[in-house]
């Protein structure tokens, strides 16, 4: 492998990019007109203009990306997170190319995108899941005759959905019947497949993910468990590793579970089995991601593992170079998402950067996409940077992470620093008992 061509954009691309040039692989950035001036185009050793902003045009567009690799002659692709990463035809149209998908077979992704059959495989493979159907809901009537059959409240689910969308708790048969319609017109506009299905709701839950790798030669190990519950809208804005919710039988429990999912797929590469974990730590598959995950720097502070560089690795045929049993939890490591978005609505808030100062402190990684000057566009996310803390214990990482965002410095537009130092000052993040429910019921200070 000697030139990869990153699918990507943003701070994900320029972490690629840290790798590829630790391991002497070159690389290309591709880029849209309103990121031409990203600090990852310019830090890439080639870049390719692939159209204008908005991502069908642009990010989306598969066979201008593919033109892109051909013309610099990159010979693998690595896709990043989110985007095309998940997409099975593109990583079927890359493989027909001639060129190496950094990630899983298109046949795994393609499986575990579709959350039912993704259910149905782990139930097979013995791998706990939610109580719920294995078919799709046609109507309104079949919803509240599937709930009626595990009782309320239920969660209604798109089957090809993510990030939260086409996702409503439902808590009686009214709310269903209000929710179907909705929610499927919304599965079917984003994701065009507009099929339903019905599990029981997990009250209170903690959404855990445990890290896997699995190489060529069949073989799957686990990372350890990330938690991810602080959430709003679905979408995590705290993870840290290890979880202060898991004992260690659970732990173990959980990771050899996530290691049973990556075995019944056959997975290669670097992916992520997550889970609903209820008050009592009964544990319920919730789906599998086939792509690195933003809170993998999670994972890498804990373990002292670069998983950039081990999915180059598993992409060029290599076995794993790590053991199940050289994988411990080294230090405790907190990650906080910093997004350009109003603390209190949690909107986003697009403008020019006037000012960008990161902090510089021991143990506190700061993984950016943008510097003084940059355009924070409404085109895309709008996550501009991860600040990953870690410490020897919680408490230590906890305090480093405090330190940081007290410091960090972003001026001309709203940033979410404030709300991310509530939650660190919130006494049950410092006492780590929390589940998903904790945006929802915090008190919010005035001070923001």
Not at 35 to 62: K, W
Request: charged share 25%; net charge negative; with cysteine.
């Amino acid at each position: 492998m000697k030139k990869v061509l990153i699918a990507n954009r943003g701070e994900i691309a320029r972490r690629i990019i840290r790798t590829c040039r630790e391991k002497g692989i070159a690389t290309v950035a591709i880029y849209s007109d309103a990121d031409q001036e990203m600090p990852y185009v310019r830090e890439a050793d080639e870049a390719v203009h692939i159209g204008p902003p908005p991502v069908p045009h642009s990010y989306l567009n598969i066979e201008a990306i593919l033109a892109a690799a051909k013309k610099c002659q990159a010979d693998a692709i690595h896709p990043g997170y989110g985007l095309l990463s998940e997409n099975a035809s593109f990583a079927r149209r890359v493989l027909e190319e001639g060129i190496v998908f950094i990630g899983p077979t298109p046949e795994v992704i393609g499986q575990m995108g579709d959350k039912l059959t993704a259910r149905r495989i782990m139930q097979q493979a013995g791998v706990p899941v939610v109580p719920g159907g294995d078919q799709p809901v046609e109507t309104g009537d079949e919803a509240v005759q599937m709930a009626k059959s595990i009782g309320f409240p239920v969660m209604l689910k798109a089957s090809a959905g993510g990030g939260g969308i086409g996702m409503q708790i439902c808590r009686d048969e009214e709310e269903l019947r209000q929710a179907f319609q909705s929610a499927r017109g919304r599965a079917k506009a984003y994701f065009g497949n507009d099929a339903m299905f019905v599990e029981k709701y997990v009250e209170r839950p903690h959404h855990i993910e445990v890290q896997i790798a699995g190489d060529q030669a069949g073989q799957v190990i686990h990372l350890l468990e990330r938690e991810c519950s602080i959430q709003r809208r679905h979408q995590k804005v705290v993870e840290e590793s290890p979880s202060p919710f898991l004992d260690e039988e659970t732990r173990e429990a959980l990771c050899q579970a996530a290691v049973q999912a990556g075995k019944a797929v056959g997975y290669t590469g670097v992916g992520t089995v997550e889970f609903i974990v209820d008050e009592q730590k009964a544990f319920y598959f919730l789906e599998m991601n086939t792509r690195l995950q933003v809170e993998h720097p999670v994972t890498e502070e804990m373990i002292g593992l670069d998983l950039v560089a081990l999915q180059l690795e598993i992409a060029q045929g290599k076995p794993l170079s790590v053991a199940q049993e050289d994988i411990h939890a080294k230090r405790h490591a907190i990650e906080l998402r910093v997004y350009a978005e109003d603390p209190v609505t949690f909107l986003p808030s697009p403008g020019t950067i006037t000012l960008y100062q990161a902090p510089g402190l021991e143990h506190v990684r700061i993984d950016d996409g943008v510097e003084t000057g940059t355009k924070v566009t409404p085109f895309y996310d709008p996550m501009i940077a991860k600040v990953i803390a870690s410490g020897i214990t919680r408490e230590e990482a906890i305090q480093r992470a405090r330190q940081a965002m007290q410091q960090y410095l972003i001026t001309g537009i709203k940033t979410n620093i404030p709300f991310l130092l509530e939650v660190l000052e919130d006494e049950r993040f410092i006492a780590g008992q929390y589940n998903t429910w904790f945006i929802q019921e915090r008190k919010p200070k005035s001070t923001i």
